[in-house]
């Protein structure tokens, strides 16, 4: 792994963090608007917590529940 200070290198070089594994390529998307370097382009906590939502209906659904 990466030290604290490499990390924030990294990012600070416009890097972005690469998937975490067995996580949803959905989860993944919105991390990446989360961790936009322009901050207004990130979304607002009212549209992640709606995107959130979204995902767990869809994945209930999936799973019949």
């Known amino acids: 792994g990466l030290t604290h200070e490499e ?3 990294f990012i600070k070089e416009g890097n972005m963090l690469s998937c975490p594994e067995n996580t949803p390529m959905v989860i ?29 209906v869809d994945y209930d659904t999936r799973r019949g529940l």
């Not at 989360?34 to 607002?44: D, F, G, M, Q, V």
């Not at 995107?51 to 767990?56: A, D, M, P, R, S």
């Open 7 to 9: 990390v924030v290198k």
């Open 28 to 56: 993944y998307t919105l991390m990446q608007q989360i961790w936009s370097s322009k901050p207004h382009e990130r979304p607002s906590f009212p549209f992640i917590q709606q995107t959130l939502h979204q995902i767990c």
